[in-house]
Structure formats: structure tokens, C-alpha cells
């Protein structure tokens, strides 16, 4: 009777060990996790082993309640432990900050969607600026009449609109929506890029300022205008054909640019490109502006 009762303490301590895997947290304010009943289990199993160990000791063989875990069993609950103390802390955290991670993913798909269209419309600029470059190349000739040379005005106007969205746009690109200005500012393609749209936006000054000229001259009532001369319409081509090799030197030099060839933080590219850009807008600008003013046939 006696060994009869201790067996069935045994097999009661068992179930509650078993029935206290997924027990509640004493606090309902954490994270509910399942609890392992290694730490039950291995308990009432050492206590049944010095309990078995005392009855032999005393010559008692009528009943062996012996019990041993088996060692696939006990690695079963270190790994169960150890998944438990890793558990829990990741648990926590995911709740923790799942709503930060939806509202950066938000952002994050925001910003994606207007570097996009910023990145559109910086590639539309530019493909509008080579189609009014190759139309006003291909329609200049001498002695065009009024209306021809009125629709090259409208095509030049078109080439400075794209020119400035193109700028605008590369810009935004430079700061906000790419590799970021501290790269670009030690990026010496970079500078160099810039110092091409420098000369293409200088030498499109002298066909702008002409065209102006003779629109304004074309709409007065005197005998002022006159058929452009074989002259005039040479010149023209020929800087046309200068912003054209500019159009096609750009978009190399953004490659080489993107991919950091000659990138260099030892040489105050920060410095020197700014600085060149200058000089260089200036310097043509003056020059080409100068020039179409200044126009004479002889």
C-alpha cells in the first residue's frame, strides 16, 4: 500500500509537469509564450531518483519506480530551452516595432515612387532636348521664310524648357533621391558632367538670342527683316553640331559617374569643380552671348 501511494505521486507530479507547458504568464501584460516542462519534469524525475536510490539502500526490490529520461529526451529539452530564451525577446520585439517597420515601408515606397517620376522626367528632358536639337539642325537653311523660321523659334523654346526641367530634375536627383551630394561633390565625372551642360547651355545662347533677333525683326512692318544669309545659317549649324557632341558626352559621363570612376575624398573635388563649372559658364556665356549680339555679315 505504501508503494502503491508514492506511485501514484509519481504519476501525478508527471501530469502536472505536462499540463504546465502551457500554462498562463503570471503577468497578462507580457507576451504570452509557451513555457517547456523541462524544468518540472527533470525535477520530480531527480526526486524519484533519490527516493528509488533511498528504497534500495533500505533492501526493497517489490517495486522499482526507477526513472530515466532518455538522451534523446534530454536533448530535446535543452533545445526547447534554449528556443525559448531566444523566443521570447524576438517575439517582443517584432511587436514592439511592427508599426514603426509599416510606417518606414510606407515612407520608404513614397520615396521610391517620386524618384521615379523625378528620374522620368530628368530622361523625357533629355530626349526632348536632342529632338529640338535635331529638328532645328535639320531646318536651318538659307533664305527660310517667316513662318519656317518662326517654328524654329517654337523649337528652341521647347529646347530651353526641357534644358531647365532637365537641370531641375538632376538636381532633385544629386540631393534628395540619389547617391547623395557628398558623393557627387567628390566625384570629378561628376564636375566634368557639369561642366559639358555648361557648354551646351553657353553655346545654346548664340542660335536663342539669334532667333530672338529676327522674330522681333520679322514682326515689324519695315523692310528691317531679311532671308538669313548662307553665313549666318553655317554658324548656326556649327554650334548646333557643338551642343549635339555635348548631348551625347552627358550621358557618358552619368555612367561613369553612377558607377564612382575616379571618386576621390584626398582631392578637394568639392572645391576645384565648382570653381570650373563657373568659370566655364561665365567665360562662354559671355562669348556666345557677345557674339549673337554683335552679328555682322562682313
Same mark, same amino acid.
Request: charged fraction near 15%; charge should be neutral.
Given at each position: 500500500?505504501?508503494?502503491?501511494?508514492?506511485?501514484?505521486?509519481?504519476?501525478?507530479?508527471?501530469?502536472?509537469?505536462?499540463?504546465?507547458?502551457?500554462?498562463?504568464?503570471?503577468?497578462?501584460?507580457?507576451?504570452?509564450?509557451?513555457?517547456?516542462?523541462?524544468?518540472?519534469?527533470?525535477?520530480?524525475?531527480?526526486?524519484?531518483?533519490?527516493?528509488?536510490?533511498?528504497?534500495?539502500?533500505?533492501?526493497?526490490?517489490?517495486?522499482?519506480?526507477?526513472?530515466?529520461?532518455?538522451?534523446?529526451?534530454?536533448?530535446?529539452?535543452?533545445?526547447?530551452?534554449?528556443?525559448?530564451?531566444?523566443?521570447?525577446? =524576438?517575439?517582443? @520585439? #517584432? /511587436?514592439?516595432?511592427?508599426?514603426? +517597420?509599416?510606417?518606414? %515601408?510606407?515612407? !520608404?515606397?513614397?520615396?521610391?515612387?517620386?524618384?521615379?517620376?523625378?528620374?522620368?522626367?530628368?530622361?523625357?528632358?533629355?530626349?526632348?532636348?536632342?529632338?529640338?536639337?535635331?529638328?532645328?539642325?535639320?531646318?536651318?537653311?538659307?533664305?527660310?521664310?517667316?513662318?519656317?523660321?518662326?517654328?524654329?523659334?517654337?523649337?528652341?523654346?521647347?529646347?530651353?524648357?526641357?534644358?531647365?526641367?532637365?537641370?531641375?530634375?538632376?538636381?532633385?536627383?544629386?540631393?534628395?533621391?540619389?547617391?547623395?551630394?557628398?558623393?557627387?561633390?567628390?566625384?570629378?565625372?561628376?564636375?566634368?558632367?557639369?561642366?559639358?551642360?555648361?557648354? =551646351?547651355?553657353? @553655346? #545654346? /545662347?548664340?542660335?536663342?538670342?539669334? +532667333?530672338?533677333?529676327? %522674330?522681333?525683326? !520679322?514682326?515689324?512692318?519695315?523692310?528691317?527683316?531679311?532671308?538669313?544669309?548662307?553665313?549666318?545659317?553655317?554658324?548656326?549649324?556649327?554650334?548646333?553640331?557643338?551642343?549635339?557632341?555635348?548631348?551625347?558626352?552627358?550621358?557618358?559621363?552619368?555612367?561613369?559617374?553612377?558607377?564612382?570612376?575616379?571618386?576621390?575624398?584626398?582631392?578637394?573635388?568639392?572645391?576645384?569643380?565648382?570653381?570650373?563649372?563657373?568659370?566655364?559658364?561665365?567665360?562662354?556665356?559671355?562669348?556666345?552671348?557677345?557674339?549673337?549680339?554683335?552679328?555682322?555679315?562682313?
Amino acid at each position: 500500500m505504501k508503494y502503491t501511494q508514492k506511485y501514484l505521486i509519481f504519476l501525478m507530479a508527471s501530469a502536472c509537469s505536462q499540463s504546465s507547458a502551457f500554462a498562463p504568464c503570471s503577468s497578462p501584460s507580457r507576451i504570452q509564450v509557451p513555457r517547456t516542462s523541462s524544468t518540472h519534469s527533470l525535477l520530480s524525475a531527480h526526486k524519484l531518483n533519490l527516493h528509488n536510490t533511498k528504497l534500495q539502500g533500505e533492501g526493497s526490490n517489490d517495486l522499482d519506480i526507477s526513472f530515466q529520461f532518455p538522451t534523446s529526451t534530454k536533448n530535446n529539452l535543452q533545445e526547447s530551452i534554449s528556443n525559448q530564451s531566444l523566443l521570447a525577446p =524576438l517575439v517582443a @520585439a #517584432s /511587436l514592439a516595432f511592427f508599426p514603426l +517597420s509599416a510606417e518606414a %515601408a510606407s515612407s !520608404a515606397g513614397s520615396n521610391q515612387i517620386i524618384s521615379a517620376f523625378v528620374a522620368y522626367g530628368h530622361y523625357l528632358s533629355l530626349f526632348v532636348m536632342v529632338g529640338a536639337l535635331m529638328f532645328e539642325r535639320l531646318i536651318i537653311s538659307p533664305g527660310m521664310t517667316k513662318e519656317t523660321e518662326q517654328t524654329l523659334v517654337v523649337a528652341d523654346a521647347a529646347y530651353g524648357i526641357s534644358a531647365v526641367a532637365l537641370l531641375v530634375s538632376g538636381y532633385y536627383r544629386a540631393v534628395e533621391y540619389g547617391k547623395g551630394w557628398y558623393f557627387y561633390s567628390h566625384e570629378p565625372i561628376f564636375w566634368l558632367k557639369m561642366i559639358f551642360f555648361m557648354i =551646351l547651355g553657353s @553655346a #545654346s /545662347l548664340f542660335p536663342t538670342i539669334t +532667333s530672338i533677333k529676327r %522674330a522681333l525683326a !520679322a514682326s515689324k512692318d519695315d523692310d528691317s527683316w531679311q532671308p538669313m544669309t548662307e553665313k549666318l545659317a553655317n554658324r548656326m549649324k556649327s554650334v548646333i553640331n557643338a551642343e549635339l557632341v555635348m548631348m551625347g558626352s552627358i550621358p557618358l559621363s552619368a555612367t561613369l559617374m553612377s558607377r564612382g570612376v575616379g571618386y576621390s575624398e584626398s582631392i578637394p573635388f568639392d572645391l576645384v569643380g565648382p570653381a570650373l563649372t563657373a568659370i566655364t559658364a561665365l567665360g562662354l556665356g559671355f562669348k556666345y552671348t557677345k557674339e549673337a549680339l554683335t552679328w555682322s555679315e562682313e
